[in-house]
């Protein structure tokens, strides 16, 4: 455990950060998820509307620094990718 008072400020605002970091990770994976169940059920309009919901928290994240600009980037390319390929 870290004695200087900096460093016991810093270490609460690292863990704050951590646990927000995972929950928008978190929100990522979920609607993901969403976006390739409605693509294997087949209905192209609801697999539209979450590509979108995707694409929206992936920018968000990439704009807060979450994920790096660039992986966002590649996931957003392969998801509208696959939709396309469904279409």
Known sequence: MANIKSQ???NRQNEARRLRNKAARSRLKTLTR??????????????ADAYRDVTQALDKAAAKGVVHRNKASNQKS????????AG
């Open 8 to 10: 016991i400020k810093r």
């Open 78 to 85: 392969r998801l509208a990718k696959r939709l396309r390929s």
């Open 34 to 47: 969403r976006f390739e169940t409605s693509l294997s059920s087949g209905d192209g309009d609801a697999a």
